[in-house]
């Protein structure tokens, strides 16, 4: 999902485009931004003598590859060159530079490749698509002759890291994937299965003319209320959508048997259009760039008039209904990012030709009051119950069995030729000025998806069937906001009264072969330090969880501790800890000297201990891809910390050549000062574990009390005592925006705990002279809800779509992140000392101060559950 938005610094109204739409002429275009700004020059002129110096001090490696090729940009084909080594991919942008000057060079380390997929372009099986860790993708084009040799090479260097890497056919990639069965189990959503779909059959956010392709669901877009517990609210999912209208269907058959190409060259087809278009996404994301000057450039230079452009929602939907010639459906966005839906940059698109309304803002269903409440309703929508026991049909259309072929035709589900893989070979055309036609013919249509599956598409389970064979002990341990209400919490015994547990890390896997089934890692640290590691399964069939407790943190020989010493002033608490995705390593703050210590969890001890803050370290975070770290400090700033042991920073800009140098690890930004430079030095004596110091993060007046950081989405979020968060980029420690609680007491406000959600959502807690509260915001600054809470709250995180909280009062609640509507509140009558949701959100976990550890879970009778670690349910 690509959810943020990023400012401007020199925005283009696009006013020359206005004028033209309306037959006006400006014969002066002026060009907003600074020709000579010296101070730029000279940032630039730094960046490209450390860029030089770093390049001399570079031991060369052999290139393994050398290609020319084209890096795909939605609309746009870069030529370039892929240069690879053993342990860095670089691309090399060979075409003249821009308006702006901007380049598309990049570089990474091999490390980071997660997957590589084999992709088709303008129908040609001639593209690669690299996914790295942090969900970065480059979408890279070759001939057809080419793509499969740069392919294995890049496999034959056997990247660590790699999940997904072979030759496999789309439709056999997604039969071994065992993906299918995961959402008929209701193991995935609707919405990441449909997203797993699209990116097996080969659809790409960076290819306009293959992108993401998502069904309408509903059909209500006039009442008050959408009621999603009723049919009617619902689009009918097994007809292709220039059919749903029944009316539509007479002049749809007749247009297919009464066509005749006399040449024979064309056959029939249902529709001139396609479902997915690049025209059909730049309508839809016309509000936002680079979405913006993309539409002016395929309109030659202007806006397209108002009354075709997306302005209405409602009349979208009527006009599809009415029309049987227009078959768009639905993109991504449409269920997470709802900034497409406002005028954010005040372009003038004009004014309806009949009601001279201006077209600004997307206006919405009455159902929908904003643009967030749309989008979290839409969301809502996709997962009901009638979409999941539905979506299989459409899916039949789109990548399954009735996508070609005599069913396809049985469905009025034929689409213009040129659609298809196979129907035209660009290879044989040798005329330049014939293939461009046709590659634009290509484009314009639009693509139909790689076939996935060649017979019907099973149906999804009932949440009652679910519930049946989880109950005979059929399925794993489902995800638990899916079943809000059979929701119930156990008690088992983890520590003591007198040495609660302060800190709980969600299960790690530690390092195994596929085939083992081991139970995952669950670490604790008490209030006196002590160190556990415990097994913990979330599913075992005869015992429902199983969590066998760490026999040495009752054995006063035995035991680890953790031995920092920390600050006296410095209570251990559970932001203070960190695990590494492996379950290998230990970070942890509040150490007396100021630094960062990390320590071998198997033995207890400190393996390194890296200094760069100016006082103690208050609290710290690890993202979900083990890549980076942030710590947070009383000294009012937070570092950014590479925690791989082989991190190259990748950028624009960065052309040839490879670098084994120990400033690789740092980005150009932290280079520009003296001290800077010498702390770089620094780094030769830390051994591999050191987390190496990239980026320095300032802007708060107080100490730092919270920290959370979310590679995917290039954020780091700080809360501090002075009652302000902040948000920052990691890749180039920028300043983004300060939020702050609302209907707080502003002087003596303080924040406790921050997080991020998959989507971006930053949740954050308060505490003022009057009150405890949580605010969520989106990941672009807007307010989605405030609320207050009973108690000081101890541990804040998030589980799909929703908040979880707990507090010293003894509650957990559970609420959706837009709104923050409660949708269960657990009282569990003791002080609650922090709070972790496992992978999956199979369980809420949440140890006591009274010692025990409540398991928050679907409801298994307790034949089911291990008796003698249960306390009482």
Partial sequence: MRLKLEPQLYPNTHENASKLRDNATNHYDAKDFLANDENSQLEEDLRLTIEAQSQQDVTLEKLLISQECELITLMTKVKGRIEVNQTLFTFIDLSPPAEDGSKH????????????????????????????????????????????????????????NILYGSGRSPAELLKTSGLTQKWMNREISNFEYLMYLNTIAGRSYNDLSQYPVFPWILADYTSDILDLTDPKSFRDLSKPIGVVNPKNEAEVRSKYDSFEDPSGAIPKFHYGTHYSNSAGVLHYLLRVEPFTSLHIELQSGRFDVADRQFHSIPQTWKLLMDNPNDVKELIPEFFYFPEFLKNMNKFDLGHLQITKEKVDDVILPPWATTPEEFIAIHRRALESEYISQNLHHWIDLIFGYKQKGPKAAEALNVFYYCSYEGAVDLDKITKPVEREAVEGMINNFGQVPSQLMREPHPRRLTQEETAIKLLRGELKRPDLTQFLDKVVQYYCEISTPKDPIVYLSPP???????????????????????????????????????????ATTTNLKNRKRIFGPLHPSHAPHSQMFAISTDGKLLYAGGIWDNSLR????????????????????????????????????????????????????????????????????????????????????????????????????????????????????????????????????????????????????????????????????????????????????????????????????????????????????????????????????????????????????????????????????????????????????
């Fill in 105 to 160: 060079d990049f570089r990474f380390s091999i490390n980071k490749i997660r997957e590589v997929h084999l992709r088709k372009y303008n129908l040609r099986r001639s593209a690669l698509e690299i996914f790295l860790v942090d969900q970065t993708s480059y979408f890279l084009n070759f001939t057809t002759k080419t793509r499969n040799k740069i392919f294995s090479k890049i496999l034959s260097l056997q990247p660590p």
């Fill in 508 to 550: 790690r896997s530690p390092p195994r072969s596929f085939l083992q089934l081991s139970p995952d890692m669950l670490v604790s640290i008490s209030k006196s330090c002590i160190l556990g590691c415990h097994s913990w399964m979330s599913y075992d069939k005869e015992r429902g969880f199983l969590l066998e407790i760490d």
């Fill in 598 to 873: 990390v320590y071998n969890l198997h033995k207890g001890k400190s393996v390194a201990s890296v200094t760069r803050h100016l006082d103690i370290i208050t609290c710290l975070a690890l993202d979900n891809c083990g890549s980076y770290l942030v710590t947070g400090s009383r000294d009012c700033t937070c570092i950014i910390w590479s925690i791989q042991a082989t991190h190259v920073y990748g950028g624009s800009g960065i052309a040839g050549g490879s670098s084994t140098n120990v400033t690789s690890n740092i980005p150009v930004h932290a280079l520009t000062s003296q001290s800077n430079l010498q702390s770089v030095m620094q780094l030769n004596s830390q051994n591999s574990f050191s987390p190496k110091p990239l980026t320095t993060l300032y802007g708060h007046d107080d100490a730092i009390s919270s920290v959370a950081i979310y590679t995917e989405l290039d954020m780091v979020v700080s809360g501090s005592l002075d009652g302000t968060v902040n948000v920052y980029t990691i890749q180039d420690g920028q300043f983004v925006r300060t939020l702050k609680p609302i209907g707080c007491t502003e002087f003596c406000v303080q924040i406790s705990y921050v997080t991020v959600s998959y989507h971006g959502h930053i949740a954050f807690s308060a505490l003022d002279d009057a009150s405890h509260s949580v605010h969520v915001y989106s990941i672009n600054g807007t307010n989605l809800g405030s609320k207050y809470v009973s108690g000081r709250v101890t541990g804040l995180t998030t589980a799909s779509d929703y908040l979880v909280v707990a507090d010293d009062a003894g509650d957990i609640t559970m609420s959706r992140l837009h709104g923050l509507k409660p949708v269960f509140d657990i009282p569990l009558h003791v002080p609650i000392q922090t709070v972790v949701v496992t992978p999956g959100n199979t369980h809420i976990l949440a140890p006591l101060r009274d010692g025990r550890l409540a398991v928050v879970a679907v409801h298994l009778p307790l034949g089911n559950v291990k008796k003698h670690s249960v306390l009482n349910v």
